[in-house]
């Protein structure tokens, strides 16, 4: 299965390359699209064509970020159904593979999807044993999550991912923390799409995941 991460769109909307599975790791709205009716908008009009325009044959599955407060208050209502599977603490399968997806951080100021650490810990209890691929936003601690005042990551979702082993884990969050990682026999992919200046800097990271492991395609700056 060819498997493209993207993630930290902002708005961004960048040519998907072939893949079987597109997973999408949150802050998909515009920065300026923080209200509930601006976030519904784009998204029934921007987003939608984008996925309208990607090959049917490919499945394309997300979650919400800390910018996306148009999911806040539960899934917006569309008069068509958007091409793709939105998941908040939830599971989907695709050609045989478990995927769960989340869209928790630890707090950062007043963002949409905050919880502290000891609330996070009930949210990654919710994930299955059985998960083959973790489609978050926030990365677990000390991989992929560099700021200026040390890792941001969450240490509870870290010990989940340790405790679980999933074969895949896709994350953004932290535009900085672009990269392809190992925790251990999982591999851990920080798909941000956009820089910390929020100019797109890094290529969609493309992996194939067969029975036998998970092998990096293509991951990079995007010129």
Same mark, same amino acid.
């Given at each position: 299965?060819?498997?493209?991460?993207?993630?930290?769109?902002?708005?961004?909307?960048?040519?998907?390359?072939?893949?079987?599975?597109?997973?999408?790791?949150?802050?998909?709205?515009?920065?300026?699209?923080?209200?509930?009716?601006?976030?519904?908008?784009?998204?029934? $009009?921007?987003?939608?064509?984008?996925?309208?325009?990607?090959?049917?044959?490919? $499945?394309?599955?997300?979650?919400?970020?800390?910018?996306?407060?148009?999911? $806040?208050?539960?899934?917006?209502?569309?008069?068509?159904?958007?091409?793709?599977?939105?998941?908040?603490?939830?599971?989907?399968?695709?050609?045989?593979?478990?995927?769960?997806?989340?869209?928790?951080?630890?707090?950062?100021?007043?963002?949409?999807?905050?919880?502290?650490?000891?609330?996070?810990?009930?949210?990654?209890?919710?994930?299955?044993?059985?998960?083959?691929?973790?489609?978050?936003?926030?990365?677990?601690?000390?991989?992929?999550?560099?700021?200026?005042?040390?890792?941001?990551?969450?240490?509870?979702?870290?010990?989940?991912?340790?405790?679980?082993?999933?074969?895949?884990?896709?994350?953004?969050?932290?535009?900085?923390?672009?990269?392809?990682?190992?925790?251990?026999?999982?591999?851990?992919?920080?798909?941000?799409?956009?820089?910390?200046?929020?100019?797109?800097?890094?290529?969609?990271?493309?992996?194939?995941?067969?029975?036998?492991?998970?092998?990096?395609?293509?991951?990079?700056?995007?010129?």
């Amino acid at each position: 299965m060819r498997i493209c991460c993207i993630s930290d769109l902002h708005g961004h909307l960048p040519e998907v390359p072939p893949c079987d599975l597109l997973l999408l790791a949150g802050d998909l709205v515009p920065t300026d699209c923080h209200s509930r009716t601006k976030g519904r908008n784009w998204l029934d $009009t921007k987003f939608r064509a984008w996925l309208e325009a990607i090959p049917k044959a490919t $499945t394309v599955v997300g979650v919400a970020g800390n910018h996306d407060f148009v999911f $806040t208050e539960g899934y917006p209502a569309f008069d068509r159904p958007l091409p793709w599977t939105y998941l908040q603490d939830s599971a989907t399968t695709v050609g045989g593979v478990s995927i769960w997806g989340t869209p928790w951080q630890p707090t950062f100021f007043d963002w949409a999807f905050n919880l502290d650490e000891p609330d996070l810990a009930a949210k990654w209890d919710l994930i299955p044993e059985r998960t083959d691929v973790l489609l978050l936003h926030g990365p677990p601690f000390g991989y992929g999550d560099p700021t200026p005042r040390g890792p941001a990551g969450s240490p509870g979702l870290l010990r989940r991912i340790e405790a679980i082993r999933p074969r895949l884990a896709v994350a953004g969050h932290i535009h900085s923390g672009y990269g392809v990682y190992r925790i251990g026999p999982t591999t851990f992919v920080s798909a941000s799409h956009l820089d910390e200046q929020y100019a797109p800097a890094h290529r969609p990271v493309l992996l194939d995941l067969t029975d036998a492991r998970v092998a990096v395609v293509d991951c990079g700056p995007l010129y």
